[in-house]
Structures are given as structure tokens and as C-alpha cells.
């Protein structure tokens, strides 16, 4: 309630994240597996290292890394999504640890060799709280200890204009909607989701992201005791263009 009396909104990050998130948002994404082994990869990850999952959702990244014998702790807001990873590590008997905070508080003192923040996971807050979640991730990180951002590339925004994608889906089928809409002005993407399935009921979403360039990011890793190591266009390790869709930041603690 504000001092009116008024229910003020939860944000959007705070109910996104719930059962219809599979439906929405899972044929956007790529099979885990292949993209561990690519994070194993870009990060020279050694053996039994310590990884932090910022923002890990139901655990399809953290789950393989921990069945390939890396200590890994998924930390995210969602207990829903939380307790779906709980749920499959506990079916494939991986060991994970489930930590539920929000990544702007979360904090372990010199904890990780690495952290990994997939899928957009950084940019739900105004500047100064994403600044404060880099400086987490740094205070969190080892001496050398590494961060990989995967997001979306600021320079493939869509310059003010509207994108609309129309899809099929096989499984679960149905139509999905992404509706885009880039800010130059704020760097923020609203984006909305609507899937309708075989029955005609349609669920949807809505997120807004601040989407950073390179040269924003540089000096906001710099900032929080970090340095930028290498840009890539996607986890294949690809040259990192404007064209890309992709901006994958490796950055290591100084």
C-alpha cells in the first residue's frame, strides 16, 4: 500500500517468473547442455571450481554444470522457479545449493571462482541497483575469479521501432507473440509475450530490460573492481558485431 491507501504494482520481475514462464519463454531458449559446455569453455573453467548462478530460474544451467562436478550455487528471487530446479535436482540426484534472494543483497565475500548471469538476466533495475549487482558479483568473486554476462546486444536495438515475431510451436504448441519495443533514449526494451495455445486460451507476459552497450558496461564492470577480458556475439565465441544478437562479456575480478 502507498500512504494514500493505494495497492502499488509488484514489478514485473517479481511475477514474471512463475508457472506459465516454461510455455513463454522456453522455446526461446537453447539446449543447456551445449551452452555449459561453451560457459566451460570461455571461462577455462577448472575442475571443481565454485560458480555462482545469478538469476539461476529452474537450474538449466546450474544442474548440468553440478552433474559435471563444479560446486554450484543457483541463487534467484523465484520461488517457483526455485523450487522446480529443487524438484529436478532432487529426481537426477545433483547437488545443488538453492539460495532464494534478490541479486541486488545477495553477497558471499570472496565465494566464487566464477558467476554466470544467462538469458538477460542482468537489467531488471534502474542503474544505480545494476551497478550495485556488479559490485555484489565482484565482492562474491575470488582474486581472478570471472563473470560472464550473456545479454542482448544494445547495438541490434530496434532504433525506436516495433518487432513483432509470429511462430509455431510444436511442443507445447501453439502461437507465441513477441512484441518488442526498444527506448533508445532510456536504453530500456519492453517486451511482451502472448502465447495462444491449441484451445485458444492465451497466457502472456511483459518485462522491461535496460539493455547496456560495451562501452557502458565496460565502465560499470571497471567501477565495481572489475576488468572486461573479452566481448564475443554469442557463447560460440563469435566476433561480437553490431549485427549480432548476442553480447557475451567475460569479466575478471582485479
Not at 514474471?16 to 531458449?29: A, K, M, N, V, W
Not at 538453492?98 to 545477495?106: A, N, Q
Not at 533514449?185 to 547496456?212: K, M, N
Request: net charge negative; glycine share 10%.
Amino acid at each position: 500500500m502507498d500512504q494514500r491507501g493505494c495497492a502499488v504494482p509488484r514489478p514485473w520481475y517479481e511475477t514474471i517468473f512463475d508457472e506459465r514462464y516454461p510455455e513463454l519463454f522456453g522455446p526461446l531458449e537453447r539446449d543447456p547442455e551445449e551452452e555449459v559446455s561453451r560457459i566451460v569453455d570461455l571461462l577455462s573453467l577448472p575442475p571443481g571450481a565454485s560458480v555462482v548462478d545469478l538469476g539461476c530460474g529452474r537450474g538449466r544451467h546450474a544442474i548440468p554444470l553440478s552433474r559435471r562436478g563444479y560446486r554450484v550455487t543457483g541463487v534467484d528471487l523465484s520461488y517457483k522457479m526455485l523450487r522446480l530446479a529443487c524438484e529436478r535436482a532432487d529426481r537426477e540426484g545433483i547437488a545443488v545449493e538453492w539460495v532464494r534472494e534478490d541479486m541486488r543483497e545477495f553477497v558471499r565475500l570472496g565465494a566464487f571462482d566464477a558467476c554466470l548471469s544467462m538469458f538477460t538476466s542482468f537489467g531488471f533495475f534502474n542503474d544505480q541497483e545494476n551497478e550495485k549487482v556488479l559490485r555484489n558479483v565482484s565482492a562474491s568473486l575470488k582474486e581472478g575469479g570471472t563473470l560472464l554476462l550473456d545479454l542482448r546486444n544494445a547495438q541490434k536495438g530496434l532504433a525506436g521501432e516495433e518487432e513483432d515475431l509470429e511462430k509455431t510451436m510444436g511442443v507445447p504448441a501453439g502461437r507465441l507473440r513477441l512484441h518488442v519495443h526498444f527506448d533508445r533514449q532510456t536504453g530500456r526494451a519492453h517486451a511482451e509475450h502472448e502465447l495462444t495455445r491449441p484451445d485458444g486460451i492465451r497466457i502472456s507476459s511483459a518485462f522491461d530490460v535496460r539493455i547496456y552497450s560495451e562501452e557502458e558496461l565496460n565502465g560499470m564492470l571497471g567501477r565495481a573492481g572489475m576488468h572486461v577480458t573479452a566481448v564475443y556475439g554469442s557463447l560460440e565465441g563469435s566476433l561480437f558485431t553490431p549485427g549480432a544478437e548476442r553480447m557475451v562479456v567475460i569479466a575478471r575480478r582485479v
